[in-house]
């Protein structure tokens, strides 16, 4: 038995494993009616979870017989990952305390989580990649749930439960018809079957990986497999409803990358037709769907349906431009969904369950700071230069059309031009709706500066679009 | 003779684990569903057993039918009035449903038949010893990120199953 371990492979997991058990006991002894000190362990060790990930960015290579990898593509997502998660965390106490759910717990979901995306996003086997989505999918059910005296929050956990374990049926499935085919369940002994057989998808290998993808899609809430995203991001609490829209969709994006995207082979496989299709749905669905919408959070929530279409031609394309254009766009779309989630709710008057988009009314006099970031989301999301969300819809766009795939690129284009209702009917509402009885904002200093550091980000990567996007190249290349 | 018998067990071992299971999602008590699942997840194990899978077998029926089995029962047992309870199965669109129901164990089943399956032609030997060396060692990860698995199932149960808002603070 000789193995190699290589530690440093797994060096941003080791940390994030050891701060969960930190938080608990943590919590346990300081714990009583103050949450301070699992909050600011929760912090800490985020931030010391992202250090390790750059120092070692890119450097530790396989580990542990190729079962997990610490290369470029690992540490761009668990970046990602790891900054969304702080941004969610360092403004969670304010809502917890208001909605009386400020229970340690929370803290410490939120790590897990990202620990398994984290095994998600630098998976090299089978194994660790469903260990790892399980991982995020069961602290999620939680989060989901945590708010358990409101029906609504009760409903959205048990609906993401109990579908998230129907599709984990089929996701296993495929696993196990892949492992039967090719006797391993190593994406590298995968990758060199089908490149060596002669007909890669006889026997239950076709079978297996439409199960698989299968299962991905309906974690990145994909037509036919979105129908849980609005109930579930409606009813769960809103910073996990911010949460959930950015990480875990990216830790599905990065698994599904890691697994299919692989130019070098051309499979001619028969879904490149069939995510031409998802993906062309998925746009349009979720857009015409987000325009009915009088809930701020529902009107997210299918806008993130459709994200998920737009990022989806990226992995049609199946082309480097694709598949770094994808990295840039998850990255950044991270930030204007928790900026807008979080702004959300400090704006809500109404309580959970009644995010009305006419409480935003009159904003920019209110609270003209909170408009003008809100404002920025939002132009952001529809894509509107120069602003960060233009530059990720661009490359993915155009790696459609390199790809040949013209008219999937001009259905998602002019659903942009569709989208631009909505989106900016929230600015329409902030500065020229008048309405009676509108207290002002409260002061909420954590909210105030994650919003702001989400807009500061957007504002630089899309003035600058240039360095992420190489570093986005350079960490598809490693993926190779 | 003995393949005869061989194959007559394994038969038996198919119609308990499909009939019961069978029975537990079609009977109106839910005391019966419970009793059938018994039967359903031993006629499991003996399945491992003739795949040669002694560990598996095992652990099914310690885990399985002696733990979790044990609390449903249990759970039903004391539950008030749960005997006389009858479950709605007024399911919406149930032809509609049958259409991709069927078109998947359609695929399902052309996929039985037409593979080739890689049949191992080795003798059983015991597999408990081996799968405990390959858990420490080529496997260590998985086997840590389960038991962070279980870490997130165990907080969150209780989270979740915790009576009142109030009894939180401890």
Not at chain 1, 120 to 142: C, K, Q, R, W
Not at chain 1, 331 to 347: C, E, P, Q, S
Not at chain 1, 447 to 471: M, R, S
């Amino acid at each position: 038995m000789n193995i190699t371990y290589n530690l440093p492979a797994i060096g941003t997991q080791l940390v994030l494993g050891a701060g969960v058990i930190l938080v608990l006991l943590a919590d346990l002894l300081t714990g009583k009616k103050n949450r301070d000190v699992a909050y600011q362990t929760t912090l800490t060790v985020l931030v010391l979870a992202g250090i390790i990930c750059v120092m070692k960015w890119g450097s530790a290579g396989a580990g542990f017989g190729g079962q997990v990898f610490g290369d470029g593509f690992a540490s761009f997502f668990n970046l990602a990952f790891l900054a969304i998660a702080f941004l969610v965390v360092f403004n969670s106490p304010n809502y917890l305390k208001r909605n009386e759910i400020d229970h340690g717990e929370y803290y410490m979901l939120i790590l897990i989580a990202v620990l398994g995306m984290t095994f998600m996003s630098s998976a090299g086997d089978l194994l660790i990649f469903f260990l790892g989505l399980e991982t995020m999918s069961i602290s999620l059910y939680v989060l989901a749930g945590f708010h358990k005296s409101r029906a609504r929050s009760n409903e959205s956990s048990l609906k993401y439960l109990l579908l998230g374990a129907f599709f984990t049926g089929f996701l296993l499935y495929g696993i196990a018809l892949i492992y039967g085919q090719v006797g391993s369940t190593n994406l590298a002994d995968i990758t060199s079957y089908l490149a060596g057989s002669a007909n890669p998808l006889g026997g239950y290998m076709g079978v297996g990986l439409a199960l698989l993808l299968v299962g991905l899609l309906f974690k990145m809430a994909v037509v036919p497999f979105h129908f849980w995203s609005p109930d579930v991001y409606d009813g769960a609490p809103t910073p996990v409803t911010a949460f959930m829209s950015a990480a875990p969709k990216a830790a599905a994006f990065a698994a599904a990358l890691r697994i299919f995207y692989d130019p070098a082979i051309s499979l001619g496989l028969p879904w490149d037709k069939t995510l031409w299709i998802a993906a062309a749905l998925t746009i349009t669905l979720g857009n015409f769907a987000a325009l009915a919408q009088s809930s701020i959070k529902r009107m997210l929530a299918y806008s993130s349906i459709t994200h998920a279409g737009y990022l989806m031609i990226g992995l049609a394309a199946g082309n480097e431009l694709g598949a770094s254009g994808m990295l840039y766009y998850l990255f950044t779309y991270g930030f204007m969904n928790v900026g807008a989630f979080t702004i959300a709710w400090l704006v809500n008057r109404r309580g959970e369950g009644n995010y009305l988009l006419s409480d935003f009314a009159q904003l920019g006099s209110r609270n003209p700071v909170m408009a003008l970031l809100m404002s920025i989301f939002m132009l952001s999301l529809t894509g509107i230069p120069p602003l960060a969300g233009f530059f990720g819809k661009l490359y993915v766009f155009s790696a459609g059309v390199k790809a040949g795939l013209i008219w999937l690129v001009v259905i998602a284009v002019l659903n942009s031009v569709v989208s631009v209702f909505y989106y900016l009917r929230v600015m329409v509402i902030m500065y020229m709706r008048e309405e009676e009885g509108l207290k002002d904002l409260e002061k909420a200093p954590t909210v105030a500066i994650t919003a702001i550091l989400c807009g500061l980000v957007i504002l630089l990567l899309g003035l600058f679009p240039g360095p992420l996007l190489d570093l986005a190249r350079e960490s598809v290349l490693s993926l190779l | 003779m003995i393949d005869i018998l061989i194959q007559a067990i394994f038969w038996l071992f198919v119609v308990l684990t499909v009939g019961s299971a069978i029975v537990v999602v079609f009977s109106k008590r839910i005391i019966y569903s419970a009793f059938a699942l018994l039967f359903t997840l031993i006629g499991v194990a003996g399945l491992y057993v003739f795949l040669a899978a002694d560990f598996l077998a095992a652990s099914q029926m310690l885990i399985y039918v002696g733990g979790i089995l044990t609390l449903i029962i249990f759970g039903v047992f004391l539950t008030a009035k749960i005997y006389g309870m009858t479950i709605p199965d007024q399911a919406h669109q149930r032809y509609l449903a049958l259409l991709p129901v069927a078109g998947f164990a359609a695929v399902l089943i052309h996929v039985l038949f037409s593979a080739d399956w890689n049949l191992l032609q080795s003798t059983a030997e015991p597999t408990t010893e081996n799968l405990g060396k390959l858990l420490l060692t080529t496997y260590l990860v998985p086997f840590e990120v389960a038991s962070v698995l279980l870490l997130a199932a165990l907080i969150g149960a209780m989270r979740i199953s915790r009576p009142r808002e109030e009894d939180d603070d401890r």
